[in-house]
């Protein structure tokens, strides 16, 4: 992505050399598979009869990956694991592309290499404040930013609780900042296989999908019907909830391309992505098995498919994953 010359927004706040942390008596959070940091902050809510509002406030916290809370039951169901690392270090490299900015961190070595993605992440979210205050003003509706909170290790949002960074890229209702790790970047391209820098903004332009998911109230209708259903239909509602959110981000790539930033093999990035983190490439990987009920962010199938969607169309019509068929024809 040619983001060196593109605007950079000042919603952007660095707090990764501030302890947030306010020294959660959970401790061993630090790491483990998606989600490990939220599933033992509930653990030990209930566990100490601290559920309550926190406790409520916190499964309102949407994320990126299927690994978080929604792996609760899996967990226990498969006897405690998480979800582990898919090393394969098959000698080919099937990246061999030559995009020089194509991996800010390795261009830029050295202890400055989490600067550059600062400057990165803030040239997307810039990018994504620019594409929804007009789609929401062709709307008649006004886009409110969200913020971008980047921490390192862990974080106390303020209304959706505490985590950390196992639990991945996640986005609060309550307060309307994305959170992010950068660690997480490097976990795209070495843990689940998705390299590149639109890999990342693709994560990024997801979550803003669940701000604008609240924003015209797609948000609260969700939390609403959802306390009505039983697991699997909860379940099935949470996956139109997220694949929406791809919709939404592959409608940001199409304003990209119209804004002339996209380079070669930046699309193919982001759907790389989000085959990784589809809910059948994640369980394949932990399980050696795929329980369709159990999927909450969508298969790679859908996920990608809904993403292609909204690169096609880019409007708010076509993104109707709620009264659509969900597996869309290909
Ligand atoms: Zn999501």
């Not at 952007?12 to 959970?26: C, I, K, M």
């Not at 401790?27 to 100490?48: A, E, P, R, W």
């Not at 930013?145 to 980047?150: A, E, G, M, Q, S």
């Not at 699309?267 to 050696?288: F, H, R, S």
Request: proline share 3%.
């Amino acid at each position: 992505m040619k983001w060196q010359n593109m605007r950079q927004s000042s919603n952007v706040e660095d707090a990764r050399n501030s302890s947030s942390s306010g020294g959660f008596p959970g401790g061993m959070m630090g790491s483990g598979g998606g989600g490990g940091g939220l599933i033992s902050l509930i653990l030990s809510m209930l566990l100490s009869g601290r559920g309550g509002k926190g406790l409520i406030l916190l499964l309102l916290v949407v994320m990126f990956l299927g690994g978080g809370l929604s792996s609760l039951g899996g967990m226990f169901d498969q006897g405690g694991s998480s979800v582990p690392p898919t090393e394969q270090s098959s000698g080919s490299n099937q990246d061999g592309q030559t995009k020089s900015q194509d991996d800010i961190v390795q261009e830029q070595g050295g202890d400055k290499a989490t600067d550059p993605e600062m400057a990165f992440l803030s040239a997307v979210l810039a990018s994504t404040e620019d594409m929804w205050a007009a789609k929401f003003k062709e709307h008649g509706m006004e886009y409110r930013n969200p913020t971008l909170h980047v921490y390192s290790g862990q974080v106390n949002t303020s209304g959706c609780g505490f985590s950390t960074a196992a639990a991945g890229p996640f986005y609060c209702p309550a307060d309307e900042k994305v959170y992010i790790d950068l660690s997480f970047y490097r976990e795209l391209k070495e843990k689940y296989k998705a390299p590149g820098d639109f890999a990342m903004a693709y994560v990024l332009a997801h979550e803003v999908g669940h701000h604008v998911q609240k924003l015209v109230g797609t948000m609260d209708q969700y939390v609403k019907l959802k306390s009505q259903l039983n697991e699997k239909e909860g379940n099935q509602l949470n996956v139109r909830l997220e694949v929406q959110a791809d919709y939404y981000a592959g409608a940001w790539a199409k304003y990209a391309e119209q804004q002339g930033v996209l380079e070669d093999g930046d699309v193919e990035e982001a759907i790389q992505a989000a085959i990784a983190v589809g809910d059948d490439t994640l369980q394949k990987a932990a399980y050696g098995t795929v329980v369709p009920d159990s999927f909450t962010h969508g298969s790679a199938k859908q996920r990608t498919s809904w993403f292609n969607r909204g690169y096609q169309y880019g409007d708010f019509e076509h993104g109707d994953s709620f009264n659509s068929e969900i597996d869309l024809p290909q």
